[in-house]
C-alpha cells in the first residue's frame, strides 16, 4: 500500500463521474452479470490523463522490478517493456467473490502480472472494500472460496494499492448506499495478449500526447512482425497514423 501516492484523486473522481454521466446504457454489456457494480472499462482510450498516472517514477520502477524482461533484446532495456494489460474503473455493489486474474496459478517467484488500485474514495469493510488471502500468490492453487480469512483491504482516497494478480482476491457487499470507486491497471509482461486491442481502439489525439514509455506501456513496440522480413518495422510511426502502421521505429533498440 501507497498512502496518499495519487495526489490529484479528487480531479480523478470527478473526471470518473463525469464520464460515468455522460457514459452509453450499454457500458456495461462485458458483465451484465455485475449489474449491481458500476464500471468503466477502457480507461486508456477516454482520457489523457488516466495513463499519465501509470507514468509516475516510483510505479514504473516498482513494475520495472516485477515484471520488466530482462532478456528482451529488440528494445532499449533502459525502458520498461511491461505493457498495460486492462484498465477500468469500478465502483463496488454486491459480494465478488475470491479470484485470480493471472488466469492460471504458480508457486514461482517471478510474476507475469500485477494490478494497481488507485482508491479514489475511502475504502472500508461497509463500502465493499478488497478482501485479499496474504501468501496464495506462492499456493500455486484456484482459489478456495470457503476460507474465512480474507484481510479487508482498508484505505483512504489518495492511497494506492499495489498486489501480484495470482493473489487470492475479492470484495465484500457495498451496504453503505454510497459509491466505492477505484482505478484498477493490469499491468503484464509483454508477451502477454491484451484483454482489449489498446493499438487499434486507442484514440489519435490521446496517441499524440504520449510520451515513447506510454505508448510502449499502451502496446505499441509488442505488436507481432507481419512476416519473417521485419518490413513493418522500418516504418515510423511517431509522424503518422498509429492505426495504419503496425510497428515504431522508436521501439528499437539504439
Known amino acids: ?19 460515468q454521466k455522460n457514459a452509453s446504457k450499454d457500458n456495461k454489456s462485458l458483465h ?5 457494480d458500476s464500471l468503466i472499462y477502457n480507461l486508456q482510450n477516454k482520457d489523457f490523463r488516466f495513463i499519465k498516472l501509470l507514468s509516475e517514477p516510483y510505479l514504473v520502477n516498482i ?9 528482451y533484446q529488440v528494445q532499449d532495456p533502459n525502458l520498461p517493456n511491461y505493457i498495460l494489460n486492462y484498465y477500468n474503473a469500478r465502483s463496488s455493489g454486491r459480494f465478488l467473490d475470491l479470484h485470480i486474474d493471472s488466469h492460471v496459478p504458480s508457486t514461482s517467484d517471478y510474476t507475469w502480472a500485477m494490478q494497481a488500485a488507485f482508491v479514489l474514495e ?41 498486489w501480484d494478480s495470482r493473489v487470492w482476491h475479492g470484495t465484500l457487499d457495498n451496504i453503505s448506499g454510497k459509491s466505492r470507486w477505484v482505478l484498477i491497471a493490469t ?4 508477451w502477454l495478449k491484451q484483454t482489449m486491442d489498446m493499438t487499434r481502439s486507442l484514440p ?3 496517441y499524440e500526447v504520449l510520451t515513447d514509455a506510454e505508448k510502449l506501456l499502451i502496446g505499441f513496440c509488442s ?13 515510423t510511426r511517431l509522424n503518422s497514423s498509429h492505426a495504419n502502421i503496425s510497428y515504431a521505429v522508436f521501439c528499437l533498440k539504439k
Not at 32 to 36: G, I, K, P, Q, T
Not at 150 to 157: S, Y
Not at 225 to 234: A, I, Q, V, Y
Open 1 to 19: 500500500l501507497i498512502p496518499d501516492g495519487l495526489k490529484n484523486h479528487q480531479e480523478i473522481l470527478e473526471l470518473i463521474k463525469n464520464i
Open 32 to 36: 451484465a452479470e455485475r449489474s449491481d
Open 63 to 71: 513494475f520495472k522490478f516485477f515484471l520488466n524482461d530482462e532478456y
Open 122 to 162: 475511502d475504502m472500508n469493510e461497509k463500502n465493499g472494500c478488497t478482501v485479499l488471502v496474504p501468501g496464495s500468490h506462492k499456493s500455486g492453487k484456484y482459489t478456495d472460496r470457503t476460507l474465512s480469512n480474507r484481510i479487508p483491504l482498508i484505505a483512504k482516497a489518495g492511497d494506492i494499492a499495489i
Open 187 to 190: 499491468l503484464t509482461r509483454w
Open 204 to 206: 489519435q489525439e490521446i
Open 223 to 235: 505488436l507481432p512482425p507481419k512476416d519473417e522480413f521485419g518490413s513493418d518495422r522500418k516504418s
